[in-house]
């Protein structure tokens, strides 16, 4: 069979995955990361291990293709947004890669927010002024090292740096990716002289902008150790939201992608860029001619993690010796279950790595609320599901603020397997919700941008058509009533808090040195 692979480049792990002509999973990979926490409100990746777990899971699905008899006719790229990386004339990592969790530039987007020129930036560049921005990063660089700001030959994010890891080929971005920065003007195609001004860089020290569907080649040596004919044409591809939306076959009006990984994301398609007067929504391209808008959410299956971390570290249940992190999740989902909708009374807001959409406000923290002798573990954990959700919800709310309505959730991401996971999210937005066969929707949403490259695939709406659904989640109406009750004093309460949370990051010590944690996935 004639395969596509994708490489998705994600926060915690890099997955490969080689498809059919059909969008039938061929083989599998997954490479895992830890990401690094050295301090308060910073989130980073090492460079070298990220480039490293690219040509890995490449050489792992090129051999297990190989091993079934199968050829490769071409590789797509996929990579988070929002990251930031210090890069050599040559392309090579100056120092870590900063990722979109990263909040330190809390106090440089405030300013540009209390200046009045935040809704203008986003308006022209699709991307909410908020600490995951590159523009409010650099920002930051500018005010606290700008000698190593404006000495840096070339500042780049993971594609940039998974491209030249892979290829020969010269300092490129795609016009996802560039879309994502804060930087890049949607409407005129061009790097935007009020962001660059503001976070204190040339053009020349940004990429080239490209295409989604520009094709480069592998270096020899990437192409020998897969086994791969070194003109197998490789997609630069686009960024892992908008490829999510293609992977799962939320393409046509009205169908909404939600990814539930580390983070979350409501998507759904429209056919040229757009923002919204709220500036409550973001808008990424796909292609040229196919765009996104959405919101994202810091905070989704890495509640559960912390869940797991902070509630069931050292308490033994039966048959639970040896459980990985993984079984220990699907183990406090399955109490949660166990709990009625809402928790009995119990809120929580998920922001342990602040949050995103809608209000894009930076300092938001977590809490519960309503919190009584009663409840238990089981309680916490399902909360925390019900948050996350809600959340999503009100990103929902804002769609329908603007005259676009949904009648289909399709759901991607590693949370997807959960039952309580999908049927709190179709409650919650009161729609039904269809997941799709293969949890690597990014991927396969790569697999499928190259094959349009290639020409296979002229039509990206005919995506639909190949990616199989698993099962489908219709709402509970008791549940969706309840959760659409409790939906205001969830945003009443976030926005309520931010004061008290502000002083308590004035007055909170710092950590002790030494205490940096990594976070694995």
Known sequence: ?????????????????????????????????????????????????????????????????????????????????????PMSAGSQPLGPLITWADGRSAEQCERIVAEGRAKTLQARTGTPVHPMSPLTKLAWWAENDAETLRGTPRW?????????????????????????TGLYDIHSRKWDDEALEIAGVRANQLAEVVPTTTTLRLRSDIASAAGLDKDVPLVIGAADGPLANLGVGATPPGVAAVSLGTSGALRTVVDRPTTDAAGRLFCYALTEDRWVIGGAVNNA????????????????????????????????????????????????????LGERAP???SGMRGAYLGLRREHTRPHLVRAAVEGVCQQLALVRDSFEAEGSSLTEIRATGGAAASELWIQTLASAMDLPVSVADTPEGTALGACLLARHALGELPDLGEAAALVPIS????????????????????????????????????IAPEPLPGTEKAVKS
Not at 24 to 38: F, I, K, N
Not at 318 to 329: M, Q, V
Not at 474 to 501: G, M
């Open 1 to 85: 069979m004639d395969v596509v692979i994708g490489i998705d480049t994600g926060t915690t792990a890099t997955k490969g995955v080689a498809t059919g002509p059909r969008g039938e999973v061929r083989a599998l990979t997954s490479v895992h990361y830890p990401l690094s926490v050295p301090g308060p409100g910073r989130a980073e990746l090492d460079p070298e291990q990220l480039t490293a777990a690219a040509v890995k899971a490449l050489v792992d699905v090129a051999t297990e293709c190989r091993d079934n008899g199968d050829r490769v006719i071409a590789i797509g790229l996929s990579g988070f947004l929002h990251a930031l990386v």
């Open 156 to 180: 780049g994010g993971v594609k940039e740096l998974i491209v030249a890891a892979l290829t020969d080929a010269p300092f490129q971005v795609d016009l996802s990716i560039a879309s994502g």
């Open 301 to 352: 299956g890495s509640v559960v993690r912390w869940a797991g971390e902070a509630f069931a570290a050292g308490f033994e249940r039966p048959g639970s010796e040896g459980e990985d992190a993984d079984e220990r999740d699907a183990a406090l989902l399955e109490e949660a279950a166990a709990v009625e909708a809402g928790s009995e009374g119990l809120l929580c807001l998920p922001y342990l």
């Open 359 to 361: 209000w894009w406000r």
């Open 471 to 506: 099962r489908h989640t219709q709402p509970q109406p008791a549940d969706a009533a309840l959760y659409s009750k409790l939906r205001p004093l969830v945003e009443k309460s976030a926005l309520a808090v931010l004061d008290v949370v502000a002083e308590l990051d004035r």
